[in-house]
């Protein structure tokens, strides 16, 4: 009989925690930006944690990735061939564009230290980063956007919560760089927290889409290990994304069905969004 | 500064809790069925548990009563005026229902200790109870739906999970008895799990249903405090459950785009039913 249990607990709130048991703790390191854990628990494998928080595991990583790429592929009005990745260090978002076809993938993450965690414990996503199509950027994704000369069909925002190293991901100022780098028919997509226990977020990004994009949608999606297990993510082009423009095989979470019925807000949802 | 915390846990699995911080823990009884404990939370108000799994909190609870009351309602091909709920002790659905405008809700619980409990600590959802056309059954649900000679619209199984006293529940025996008692152009629903951390309930509850009904068909929600915050119920009917019969105003989680999408299942949610 072993004694002593090891519990990682993500608090989200003073008053609220979900607890994974682990076998070990692999790494613990306070970088420049935040700090990071990986730990191996019983029940979903590896899992990276940002600042205390789920970043992703092992067994669920799959719908986080597959909403924040399969998603703008379709609703891409033009035939997406290059693709933005701000964020994102541990390789998975780039890894599911590569698998989609694209041709250039420009992955921009600001912390080196996430990427060279990830290539030790999570080399299955971080492989993406040695395919020839992918360029990896190890610096501050705000700026890039503000002085690259390259324009891009989608944008994924692949980020940390709006507090710390990602609140300027939120911003204005920050969508009026991506707008200018966006092609024509293409989309940017961010995450935008979770509806129920950081209810300002989705408003937040919405704030910072609309004054330069047509069409700001919000879509949503089940990841059970984020907090309250209710994920959102918005959207932004200047066309219409009440269509999507191409089909994909089903993944492992998303479908075509899904594609278009995770548009869908509860009516708390909206109500955060103004 | 207050040197002793109390936390209430529920246990997904040996390695995966979800912990509230409680002010106090208000009742502890173990019934003839199964253990009851109400807490006071910080985060969620009052807390119902049952065998240390979350039934209901107070500021969640609209999403459960909702999507398994108002879905019926708007799938059911007849308009429905009489209603039945198996289970539902804490009178949400009940509650709900009557709101809708139904004529005759009969509602059976089998644990008459369960509606004490509630009684005392959520008396805005037991009051239901009071109404003149519900009318309150304290006993086996599975015993009743073989015996009455009355026919409803809609029924409800508001039950706990597939083990223990709600086992019955899933059966198609159970079903023979419920289609019976099922008016032509009717739907039953049910609660089916959480299809992450319970995987076997949503097939349970199709092979129970499948036997005797053309159509059955799955939908999820979105509720935090419930295992994986992502839950199933499963309708059954005779018609085609695809479009709705009659529209609704918009709820706190339910409006007219959820009642569509919520059909769309994620593809590894799609695996578990055959």
């Not at 999507?244 to 998303?254: I, M, Q, V």
Request: aromatic share 12%.
């Amino acid at each position: 009989m072993k004694l002593i249990e090891n519990w990682f607990s993500e608090r989200y709130s003073d008053n609220l925690q979900l607890s994974f048991r682990v076998k070990d703790q692999l790494l613990s390191v306070r970088t420049d930006f935040q700090r990071i854990d990986v730990f191996d628990t019983y029940d979903f494998g590896k899992l990276l944690s940002i600042d205390g928080t789920v970043q992703l595991t092992e067994r669920d990583e799959f719908v986080y990735h597959e909403m924040i790429t399969m998603m703008p592929f379709v609703y891409s009005k033009v035939k997406p061939e290059k693709a933005l990745i701000i964020g994102g260090g541990d390789g998975g978002a780039a890894g599911e564009l590569a698998k989609l076809g694209l041709k250039r993938i420009v992955n921009v993450e600001i912390d080196g230290q996430v990427i060279e965690v990830c290539r030790k414990h999570f080399p299955d996503l971080v492989r993406s980063f040695t395919l020839e199509n992918v360029e990896l950027i190890v610096g501050d994704g705000i700026k890039y956007a503000r002085t690259t000369e390259e324009k891009f069909d989608i944008i994924i925002v692949d980020s940390t919560d709006p507090v710390g190293p990602a609140e300027g991901l939120f911003n204005e100022s920050f969508y009026k760089d991506i707008k200018k780098i966006l092609n024509t028919g293409g989309v940017v997509v961010t995450q935008s927290g979770s509806p129920f226990y950081q209810p300002t977020a989705i408003g937040l990004a919405h704030k910072g889409m609309k004054p330069h994009f047509a069409k700001v949608k919000s879509y949503t999606a089940f990841i059970p290990t984020y907090p309250s297990g209710f994920w959102s993510f918005t959207m932004a082009s200047d066309h219409d994304i009440g269509k999507s423009y191409r089909e994909l095989p089903a993944g492992k979470y998303f479908n075509k069905e899904i594609s278009a019925s995770c548009f869908s807000l509860p009516e708390f949802v909206k109500t955060l969004i103004t």
